[in-house]
């Protein structure tokens, strides 16, 4: 297959970007859109010319670190799918690809098509977590969790923190990521002693960040690799106020 | 936002229901009646103040989240987003600003005139004849093309506002939203459909 690349080129954050024209010949339809990259990016070192950075990791959908923004839409034209798991086939022969990075106030370029997603990490740092006594573990059968909550748990833990959530939506707004992190807390028994501090600090730290605020156009859901559902956005609304309404005060 | 948008979609249905009286055919007696009632009736003075809080908190703060928002993608991408979304959740804003413009025209025409800050017209027994005021209005066919191209777009901003503000609330459920969803189209529908009858009535068969 042949296919010209329009990719986004940018030296280093501070530099102005701009595009690049790759014409590109003899592509497998097998190859991954990753594999097609480091096809190029060959051809590219060969002729002496600078590689196109990108970034990746496990290159089998779990690491969420290989988000690009293919053709207008997150991780490419098929649902369901990071970027390293889409395939050449699912483009058509001779079609022009345009690749930018994910654009948000909150996910500076790098490099590239690189960009920093370290404020998903800050808002992790801010209540992403449950407090422990680290011991033995605990036999498992003591907290007993209904297999429907079980099952809602993990649909909201397989969040790969991978941002195209945040590249798809019109507002930029980081709440289906912020959704998937509270709620894989908020519906357990482990969690739910600090939900409500949990929820007020990941929301402050989320909108400290510069995310833009949610209106409900439900293109995360749409665009989300995981298929992480937009309830969890509701479900972290619900999480919110209530924390909001029945905040104690300190004695 | 979402508080305030559901007070102004409440409002809606009772303005509707007392603007259908104009069609009952008594020559707008119905219709007068209920509104001398209800611009007398102390209750309403109050409500009248919670409204006009009501429009000024929506407009302010849709306002101020389509600025943020804007702002929260300094670089903008090249290709459209080509991601799935409801249309009209995409033009929330737009749609928005021409309920405003409406909602400025539809001021002066008619609220103005109770205050005494435009003067009253001649064909108007009395500062609370809204009856036949609405009546000249919509013999006009200018006019009545710029109340149908509104109520469309008001109800292009209710078929979404309507879940979206159960969803903003937290007020979700696998067995109720789904209801929730038809019930909003329903709800846009009747209210454009409702308001839009009356002058066309006006405009064709009066
Ligand atoms: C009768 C008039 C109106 C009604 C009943 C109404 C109702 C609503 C409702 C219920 C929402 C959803 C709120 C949420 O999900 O949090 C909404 C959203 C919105 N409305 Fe209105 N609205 C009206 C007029 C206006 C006007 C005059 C503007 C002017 C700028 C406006 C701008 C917006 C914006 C920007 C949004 C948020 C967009 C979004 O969340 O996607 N609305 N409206
Ligand atoms: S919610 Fe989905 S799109 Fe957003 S970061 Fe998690 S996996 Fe990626
Ligand atoms: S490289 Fe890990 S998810 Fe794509």
Known sequence: MNFTLKIWRQKNANAKGSFQTYPLKDVSPEMSFLEMLDYLNNQLISQGKEPVTFEHDCREGICGSCGLYINGRPHGPQRSTTTCELHMRDFKDGETIVVEPWRSKAFPVIKDLIVDRSSFERIMHAGGFVNVNVGCAPESNSSPIGKLIADKVFDAAVCIGCGACVAACKNSSAMLYAAAKIAQYAMIPQGKVEAKERVDKMVKQMDTEGFGFCSNTYACEFDCPKGISTDFIALMNREFFSSKACKQKHA | ?206
Do not use: C
């Open chain 2, 1 to 206: 936002m979402a508080l305030a948008g559901m007070f102004l979609m409440i409002f809606l249905i009772f303005h509707l229901a007392t603007n259908l009286l104009m069609l009952a055919g008594d020559g707008g007696k119905a219709f007068s009646e209920a509104v001398t009632f209800l611009s007398e009736s102390p209750l309403i003075k109050v409500m009248e103040y919670v409204l006009f809080a009501g429009f000024l908190i929506h407009i302010l703060l849709g306002v101020i989240l389509q600025l943020h928002n804007y702002r929260s993608r300094p670089v903008k991408y090249h290709t459209r987003l080509r991601s799935e979304t409801s249309t009209f959740s995409r033009f929330m804003f737009h749609t928005g600003v021409i309920i405003f413009v409406f909602l400025v025209i539809h001021l002066i025409n008619f609220f103005f005139i109770r205050l005494g800050w435009v003067p009253q017209p001649d064909y108007a027994a009395h500062k609370h004849d809204f009856y036949s005021v609405a009546v000249v209005l919509f013999k006009n066919p200018w006019y009545t093309a710029i109340y149908l191209v509104s109520f469309v777009f008001l109800g292009f901003h209710l078929k979404h506002a309507f879940q979206s503000s159960f969803q903003s609330l937290g007020l979700n459920h696998t067995k109720y939203t789904p209801a929730i969803k038809v019930i909003g189209t329903i709800y846009a529908l009747g209210i454009s459909v409702g308001f839009a009858i009356i002058p066309v009535y006006f405009l064709f068969f009066y």
